[in-house]
C-alpha cells in the first residue's frame, strides 16, 4: 500500500495564479484533511472531509476550495495564490471500521508552495 | 473551539537524559489525546496516544500521562538518543460513539538531544 500520498511536491507559484494540490489514499478511510505548516505556528486546519461528497472548514479555510469527488482522493485548490499561502501543505487520512486504531491521521509527504 | 498550548517550544537535553513536554486543553469534553513526531523534513507520525478513561500509557521508553481535572497531559521520553531529535506535537479531540471530532494540535516542541 502506498498509504497517502500527494502531488506535487514542490511548486512555485506567481501572485494570482491558481494551482490544485492533490492528495490521494488506499486506506478506505473515511475521514481526510488539508493542513498547512508554518514555522512555530503548528498543524492548522484547512479543510476536511468525513465522507465522499462533504466537506467542511477548518480553522483557516480562507482562500482554499477543497472537492472530495471520490473517496479516495481529496483536491485543495487556490484560486488567486498570495504571498501569504507560502507554507508547507500535509495531507492526511483517517477511521477505517477495518482498523482498531480509528484515531490515528496518516499524513503524507507533504507539499512546499511557494508563493511570489 | 478547543484551545490546545504546548509548552516547551524548545527543549534541548544530554543524551541519556530525560525529556517531558506538556500540553493543556480547554476543553473538558476531549477524550483522545495523540501525540506525533516530525522529523526534519519528513512527515508526522503517531507516536503514542491516551484516551480519558486511563491515566498513563507506556510503550518502551515514551509514556503519556494524562490528569483530566487539570486538562493537562505530557509526554515523556526517558534515556534519550539522538534519534529523539525531531518536532513533537501533541492534540486533543472528541470522539461520541463512532463520531471521531478533527484534531486540535498545540504549537510543536523542537526537542534536540545532543550525543
Known amino acids: 500500500n502506498a498509504g497517502v500520498t500527494q502531488t506535487p511536491k514542490f511548486r512555485v507559484l506567481k501572485t494570482g495564479q491558481s494551482m490544485t494540490l492533490l492528495c490521494a489514499q488506499d486506506m478506505n478511510h473515511e475521514y481526510m484533511y488539508w493542513y498547512r505548516q508554518d514555522p512555530g505556528m503548528g498543524l492548522r486546519l484547512i479543510h476536511y472531509s468525513v465522507g465522499e461528497g462533504t466537506t467542511a472548514k477548518g480553522e483557516v479555510p480562507d482562500g482554499y476550495n477543497v472537492s472530495r469527488l471520490k473517496k479516495q482522493n481529496f483536491l485543495l485548490g487556490l484560486e488567486s495564490a498570495a504571498p501569504s499561502q507560502t507554507s508547507v501543505y500535509f495531507c492526511a487520512s483517517s477511521y477505517s471500521l477495518q482498523e482498531d486504531s480509528r484515531e490515528t491521521q496518516y499524513f503524507g509527504p507533504g507539499t512546499r508552495l511557494l508563493v511570489l | ?115
Open chain 2, 1 to 115: 473551539g478547543e484551545n490546545v498550548e504546548q509548552h516547551p517550544s524548545t527543549l534541548s537535553v544530554q543524551e541519556g537524559d530525560s525529556a517531558v513536554i506538556k500540553c493543556t486543553y480547554s476543553d473538558s469534553a476531549s477524550n483522545y489525546f495523540p501525540w506525533y513526531k516530525q522529523e526534519l523534513g519528513k512527515r508526522p507520525q503517531l507516536i503514542i496516544d491516551i484516551r480519558s478513561n486511563v491515566g498513563e500509557k507506556k510503550d518502551q521508553r515514551i509514556a503519556v500521562t494524562l490528569n483530566k481535572t487539570a486538562k493537562h497531559f505530557s509526554l515523556h521520553i526517558t534515556e534519550t538518543q539522538p534519534e529523539d531529535s525531531a518536532v513533537y506535537f501533541c492534540a486533543a479531540s472528541i470522539r461520541r460513539g463512532s463520531t471521531l471530532g478533527r484534531l486540535y494540535f498545540g504549537r510543536g516542541t523542537q526537542l534536540t538531544v545532543w550525543p
